[in-house]
């Protein structure tokens, strides 16, 4: 199977790697990072020595993992590092040495919060990079990366049915194997479900009373699904932006299915026909757009908000760059037009710039601070306004 090149990650890995003594690659299982760290191990002239936390052989060379991993030179890459947690107090020691001997680039399918000791022993010797799914910075056909997602084996597929059974296995797999991998004690059959109910929410405010009661548990025990499975880059939480105005406003998070292609596979959707014809069309559409932008941006999590209020107006994406309030509203026409929502958040909000992102293929001025944007010109628009590095 080809390889997209993935330069913009490649690079920032090169640049982190020189500064930090620790570098942690995180991201969805399959997404790609085993994929990277080979090509910047290809890319380097220092020896390079790797451990596959999955391979019984690799763990049985770490069973005294100060002996294995002290005497070692150059890149040190440990794969699925979430397998041996109990190696992360032996990197602040080994990342401590002088004229450090030896870089670790430690690759993770689960989140710092997940790896909470990460933070915790390596405070101030490690830097984070999420490797998200495929992006517009690396390939051109937002409506093939719509439909398969991100994951490269799913978009790169010979055949739409074939896209579909990977994606089927990959949350086979996932659910039964690698989520019990992590700890997780919850049987796979209600993680399914819950991650299907999940799906038909995609777009959605999240309702932990709705979600309890047909689970017929706790608010606060599917909150800890949500989190479970967003700790692991297979869901997103959008938080809310709420300030002092006089309009209440909502103040739980939007829900999305990560990928939009184990979106559409949750959901039963294998053609384009299939995700057109289907009731959450436009939410699908929303969220590819929504992940594409902050990709795009380069923006962390942190500065990424919707804002809606209990009145009716809302803004699917918000986000804080650079000084600036962004605003994008996503619209699955050809040709949208300015509503009673759009003003309201462009004038509560005090937005520098209000982006309608549509699917036709016109630019046009809807207001003075208000540009109807094609969502085919999202990456030629947004690289120039881009503040991260």
């Known amino acids: 199977m080809m390889e997209i090149a993935r330069e913009n990650h490649l690079q920032r890995l090169r640049l982190l790697i020189g500064e930090f003594p620790v570098v942690a690659l995180l991201g969805a299982r399959q997404v790609g990072k085993t994929t990277l760290a080979r090509h910047l191990q290809a890319s380097t002239q220092d020896p390079t020595t790797w ?24 890149l040190v890459v440990l794969d699925e590092i979430q397998r ?42 490690v830097a984070f990079h999420e490797l998200d799914g495929l992006s517009l910075e690396e390939v051109d056909d937002l409506e093939h990366l719509w439909l398969r997602g991100g994951f490269p084996r799913s978009y790169l597929a010979r055949t739409e049915p074939a896209s ?56 606060t025990t599917v909150r800890r699904y949500l989190d479970l499975l967003t700790s692991v880059y297979v869901v997103r939480q959008l938080q809310p932006w709420f300030e002092n105005i006089r309009k209440r406003q909502v103040r739980s998070p939007k829900i999305y299915i990560a990928d939009s292609g184990l979106l559409h596979a949750l959901l039963g959707l294998t053609s384009r026909e299939d995700v057109v014809s289907h009731p959450k069309v436009g939410a699908s559409w929303e969220g590819v757009v929504i992940q594409q932008v902050i990709h795009l941006l380069r923006v962390p999590p942190e500065q990424c908000f919707h804002w809606s209020t209990h009145a009716g107006a809302e803004l699917d994406l918000l986000v804080m760059s650079g000084g600036r309030r962004l605003g994008f509203e996503v619209k699955r026409t050809e040709a949208p037009r300015v509503t009673r929502s759009m003003r309201s958040a462009n ?43």
């Open 164 to 219: 579909r059974r990977w994606r089927d296995g990959f949350v086979s797999t996932f659910l039964s194997r690698d989520l019990p991998g992590l700890g997780s004690r919850i049987p796979p059959t209600t993680l399914r479900r819950f991650w299907t109910m999940l799906a038909h929410w995609h777009g959605q405010v999240w309702n932990g009373a709705e979600f309890g009661r047909a689970f017929g548990i706790s608010h």
């Open 51 to 74: 451990f596959d936390l999955e391979d019984p052989a690799d763990l049985a060379r770490l069973a005294d993992p100060g002996l294995e991993l002290r005497p070692l030179r150059g």
């Open 84 to 125: 041996l947690p109990d190696l992360f107090p032996l990197l602040r020691v080994l990342a401590d040495r002088p004229a450090t001997p030896a870089r670790f680039l430690v690759l993770g399918s689960a989140s710092p919060e997940l790896l909470r000791q990460t933070s915790e022993s390596l405070a101030g010797r």
């Open 347 to 389: 004038e509560t909000l005090g937005l520098s710039q209000l982006f309608v992102v549509h699917a036709g293929t016109g630019t046009y001025r809807m207001a003075p601070n208000m540009l109807a944007l094609p969502a085919t010109q999202l990456r030629d628009t947004l690289h120039p306004m881009r503040v991260g590095s």
